[in-house]
Nanobody, 125 residues
């Protein structure tokens, strides 16, 4: 599975931005996916995840983004999205999409097998 993240950019505090992650290769609707981010000088941290269970999915978020970010997926297009609202300067980071066939907790980067290359999000006035 290959992942390609896109959509990053420079925005002002309070703005919205949507990141996309296109999956190719041996993809299917059975995999779980997530977004992580890494700010300069900090460790990579979990942002949002989505599990797929048959005909429905479940989402989960880091407390720091809950209520502001929304993760979604389009199985027909093999894409994962992260809608980010009310962006703050502390959201500035390189954002990575990731995928796995099974997840335990889903908030640890070691649980994910496949990773995209990252897209930069900068929130600044």
């Amino acid at each position: 599975v290959q992942l390609q993240a896109s959509g990053g950019g420079l925005v002002q505090p309070g703005d919205s931005l949507t990141l996309s992650c296109a999956a190719s290769g041996r993809t299917g609707s059975g995999y779980a996916a997530g977004w992580f981010r890494q700010a300069p000088g900090k460790e990579r941290e979990f942002v949002a995840g989505i599990r797929w269970g048959g005909s429905s999915s479940s989402t989960f978020y880091a407390d720091s983004v809950k209520g502001r970010f929304t993760i979604s997926r389009d199985n027909a297009k093999n894409t994962l999205s992260l809608y980010m609202n009310s962006l703050k300067p502390e959201d500035t980071a390189v954002y990575y999409c990731a995928a796995a066939y099974t997840l335990a907790d889903g908030r640890n980067d070691w649980e994910y097998t496949y990773w995209g290359q990252g897209t930069q999000v900068t929130v600044s006035s």
